[in-house]
């Protein structure tokens, strides 16, 4: 379970965490699937600035045609106005590179990559392939995300690099 939430600058993280948890995440989330979940709350520390003044200008313009023009599913994250540490853009151009090297390789005819990050956290929180059901025969897509996994980094200062 992630959970980023803008605070009062007196109200410390650990209160915060503390709040949610009793409040929020025991309130919807039934206590037998809590026993190995992972919690993370406001991971990059301190978020008492959002909104207009800390995320506003020129971003978000044609995110479908930059992307696959509506033929992929599209998490929303535009690239335009945005350097290569917004995963919203550098993760995108990666997973599109990597799905295109499983298909290269012959692992399926088609791959859809999705990839989940927390802000403040450097490896993603997930990994998920869809073939389609293309995959290779007497593979599965849980084969081919450990293949990523031991191939591929998808930190963003390794997409960088």
Known sequence: ILISTQHDPSVSNEEITSVLTEKVIK???PADMLEDTKIIINPSGKFDVGGPAADAGLTGRKIIVDTYGGWCPHGG???SGKD????????????????KSIVANGLAHRCLIQVSYAIGLAD???IHVDTYGSHKEGMTDDDIVEIIKKNFNFRPGAIIQ
């Open 27 to 29: 309130k919807v989330v």
């Open 124 to 126: 993603p929180l997930s």
């Open 84 to 99: 290569a540490s917004k995963v919203d853009r550098s993760a995108a151009y990666y997973g599109r590179y990597v799905a």
């Open 77 to 79: 994250g535009a690239f």
